[in-house]
């Protein structure tokens, strides 16, 4: 699969609810390799099917110095929340160009199944528990930018609309 096309908010698509993926197949697999291509050459951190117009609870993720720590999550299930909440500033490979402050968990728990079809947990701070739950926010067909308020959120569709044309 070559590289994949990022839909721009506000495109419709990306508020769609992803439906659970049936079987970890070639199919999955071809699709997760294409995902992680396109989130590297778009020098994101993550990446949601959603945002490529699949939808598919399929979530890859590489918050590594390197770029070589790629984590694939199918079915992903966050199981557990700190109580504890931090804004950190988010940005998405949808809304290009706009970073604004978001509170979240500061840890999470996730479930999910990997490459091979097993099911894996991985606990997570900082940065990747961001990450997490912003691209878990995608396969529900929410974009960060529902988190700010309804002036902001507009002023940065007229922008997004702007850049289209």
Same mark, same amino acid.
């Given at each position: 699969?070559?590289?994949?096309?990022?839909?721009?908010?506000?495109?419709?698509?990306?508020?769609? /609810?992803?439906?659970?993926?049936?079987?970890?197949?070639?199919?999955?697999?071809?699709?997760?390799?294409?995902?992680?291509?396109?989130?590297?050459?778009?020098?994101?951190?993550?990446?949601?099917?959603?945002?490529?117009?699949?939808?598919?609870?399929?979530?890859?993720?590489? /918050?590594?110095?390197?770029?070589? =720590?790629?984590?694939?999550?199918?079915?992903?299930?966050?199981?557990?929340? &700190?109580?504890?909440? =931090?804004?950190?500033?988010?940005?998405?490979? &949808?809304?290009?160009?706009?970073?604004? #402050?978001?509170?979240?968990?500061?840890?999470?728990? /996730? =479930?999910?199944?990997?490459?091979?079809?097993?099911?894996?947990?991985?606990?997570?701070?900082?940065?990747?528990? /961001?990450?997490?739950?912003?691209?878990?926010?995608?396969?529900? #067909?929410?974009?960060?930018?529902?988190?700010?308020?309804?002036?902001?959120?507009?002023?940065?569709?007229?922008?997004?609309?702007? =850049?289209?044309?």
């Amino acid at each position: 699969m070559t590289q994949l096309t990022i839909l721009r908010y506000p495109d419709p698509r990306l508020h769609t /609810v992803a439906k659970p993926v049936a079987e970890v197949d070639a199919r999955v697999r071809s699709l997760a390799d294409a995902m992680l291509k396109t989130m590297y050459e778009a020098e994101g951190i993550g990446l949601a099917a959603t945002q490529v117009n699949v939808h598919e609870r399929l979530v890859v993720i590489d /918050v590594s110095e390197g770029r070589d =720590q790629p984590l694939v999550l199918i079915n992903p299930e966050i199981v557990w929340t &700190s109580p504890e909440k =931090q804004v950190n500033d988010e940005g998405c490979l &949808s809304v290009p160009g706009v970073y604004d #402050g978001v509170e979240r968990a500061s840890a999470v728990r /996730v =479930q999910a199944l990997d490459l091979k079809g097993e099911q894996q947990t991985h606990s997570a701070e900082g940065l990747l528990a /961001v990450c997490i739950q912003h691209e878990m926010d995608h396969l529900m #067909g929410k974009v960060f930018v529902e988190y700010l308020s309804p002036l902001k959120r507009n002023r940065i569709k007229t922008k997004m609309i702007k =850049q289209r044309k």
